[in-house]
T-cell receptor
């Protein structure tokens, strides 16, 4: 079974530029999560989708961040314009939502963003 | 919302030693996971354990939900066990909150 796929793996941009990250969850997983992990901290949830609907986006900086999950499968996270403090690893995870361990999350390799 | 605290923040072990990592949470949990983040940043699932005890090789975990804590045991540690260990939990909703992690270094 293929895991969660993310691209690109690394990205370096200048402040005020825009950037987009892509995530393809494990096949059949209904819930998709985007996290931001700043160096030395634990991951912080940005947005959570159930199929193609948003379950929680309370910590998404909506003035600059946007995310979509069209057709309830893969998802994109966009930052426009980027700030220096957006430098972080962006992690995507998915969970199946059925069965005893339905909310067990599986993570992709992450995208390391550096804003200069 | 739920608070998740991990201890110790840092741990240095000699290869072959055993260790116990702790995760305290402020409310009842309906999901709890332990992860190992390797030096390349990948989060690897260790256990999904909202209650009870599980074992996988040299690793085992116990969650005592009524007392609001979970423990991760690593026996006969190896250098490849180095990295950061996170616990993450949900309470009421399905929004996971991560602890700040335990940074483990195993010396050869």
């Amino acid at each position: 079974e293929a895991g969660v796929a993310q691209s690109p793996r690394y990205k370096i941009i200048e402040k005020r530029q825009s950037v987009a990250f892509w995530c393809n969850p494990i096949s059949g997983h209904a819930t998709l999560y985007w996290y931001q992990q700043i160096l030395g901290q634990g991951p912080k949830l940005l947005i959570q989708f159930q199929n193609n609907g948003v379950v929680d986006d309370s910590q998404l900086p909506k003035d600059r961040f946007s995310a979509e999950r069209l057709k309830g499968v893969d998802s994109t996270l966009k930052i426009q314009p980027a700030k220096l403090e957006d430098s972080a690893v962006y992690l995507c995870a998915s969970s199946i939502n059925t069965g005893l361990a339905g909310y067990e999350q599986y993570f992709g390799p992450g995208t390391r963003l550096t804003v200069t | 919302g739920i608070q998740v605290e991990q201890s110790p923040p840092d741990l240095i072990l000699q290869e072959g030693a055993n260790s116990t990592l702790r995760c305290n949470f402020s409310d009842s949990v309906n999901n709890l996971q332990w992860f190992h983040q390797n030096p390349w940043g990948q989060l690897i699932n260790l256990f999904y354990i909202p209650s009870g005890t599980k074992q996988n090789g040299r690793l085992s975990a116990t969650t005592v939900a009524t007392e609001r804590y979970s423990l991760l045991y690593i026996s006969s540690s190896q250098t490849t066990d180095s990295g950061v260990y996170f616990c993450a939990a949900t309470s009421g909703t399905y929004k996971y909150i991560f602890g700040t992690g335990t940074r483990l270094k195993v010396l050869a």
